[in-house]
């Protein structure tokens, strides 16, 4: 199953439209509540930067308005480039400002749509840490998970060129993380359905990649590995297409291992659940790679 990455952008959209609302959930306080102790922490809109924090003279007369609204223009414009330069500006001179949590997701969705996945999963982590009860929590979560995604793609996968459960999956086990994570704390989330979709499909890939390494110990003689690979891949992938593989992974492993009784208690568990299975002959189970052993159940 191909996705697309049609929902990062409705994801935008969405996240366009709440924040353009959500200036005021960050105001806090009124102005009499901070004394003149904390104007250099808290500096006022379109007043001075933080003192010591230096930029570009291109922005240097510029205020926390006139920042986020360049910034705003570059990326309806589609310059992603340009909305990053600015948005960092912003996030670096006005880190309390009016506009500090907009910049922080709109710099998470431009990191995102120049394929800078590190940056992406680097600004979504820092705002899910900063702002945890943020109402766009679950949309710095997502794209974290977008990221992950996109990092564990390989160009000539549309192509059916290569296997990709076959690769290093380290980006596309954090997206499966990520993307469970997403579903667990926000099942109501507009994004939730997006990501139910990408855990079946990374639950197919990373089973079958389990299998892929099962299968190298079983030509190598290492039973006992090949069988925990398989029972692994029973036990965090139960919903998984290669399920079945996996009993016969196991089956062949116990017949390495000359555990006779073991390997028949799987094998009926196999013949019960595919009884067409390719390793099947009836009730018979012809091994791959164990020369000279079959069982019957």
């Known amino acids: 199953m191909r996705l697309s990455n049609t929902p990062a952008r409705l994801a935008a959209l969405l996240l366009a439209a709440g924040l353009l609302s959500g200036c005021s959930l960050f105001g806090g306080g009124s102005e009499d509540s901070r004394d003149a102790s904390d104007a250099s922490v808290f500096p006022e809109e379109g007043g001075p930067p933080l003192p010591g924090l230096e930029e570009s003279t291109e922005y240097a007369n510029l205020g926390e308005r006139e920042l986020y609204e360049e ?7 589609g310059n992603f480039t340009a909305a990053i330069s600015r948005l960092e500006a912003l996030d670096t001179r006005y880190p309390f400002g009016a506009h500090a949590e907009q910049a922080q997701l ?3 969705y431009a990191y995102y749509e ?7 999963r680097a600004a979504s982590n820092r705002f899910i840490r900063l702002h945890p009860n943020h109402p766009q929590a679950d949309y710095a979560l997502y794209m974290r998970g977008l990221a992950s995604w996109q990092a564990g793609r390989f160009s000539l996968e549309r192509l059916k060129l290569i296997d990709i459960s076959k690769r290093d999956l380290g980006a596309s086990r954090d997206a499966y993380t990520d ?3 997403l579903v667990r704390l926000y099942p109501d989330s ?12 990374l639950r ?12 190298y110990y079983l030509r190598r003689g290492a039973y006992l590995a ?8 029973i036990e965090n992938y139960p919903q998984s297409q290669a399920t079945r593989d996996a009993l016969a992974t196991m089956v062949e492993g116990y017949l390495g291992l000359e555990m006779h009784d073991r ?10 659940n595919a009884p067409n299975h390719e390793r099947l002959r009836g009730r018979t189970f012809e091994p791959q790679y164990v020369e000279g052993e079959t069982i019957s159940a």
């Not at 197919?204 to 299968?215: F, I, K, Q, S, Y």
């Open 179 to 181: 993307f469970r994570e």
């Open 71 to 77: 910034a705003r223009n570059s990326l309806e414009r």
């Open 263 to 272: 390997a028949r208690e799987v094998l009926r568990v196999l013949i019960d």
């Open 204 to 215: 197919n890939v990373l089973a079958e990649h389990e299998l892929h390494v099962a299968d």
């Open 106 to 108: 709109e710099l998470i």
């Open 114 to 120: 120049i394929n800078d996945w590190e940056a992406t």
């Open 190 to 201: 507009q994004y939730a359905p997006d990501a139910r979709q990408r855990i079946v499909y």
């Open 226 to 233: 090949a069988v925990e690979r398989g029972r692994w891949v």
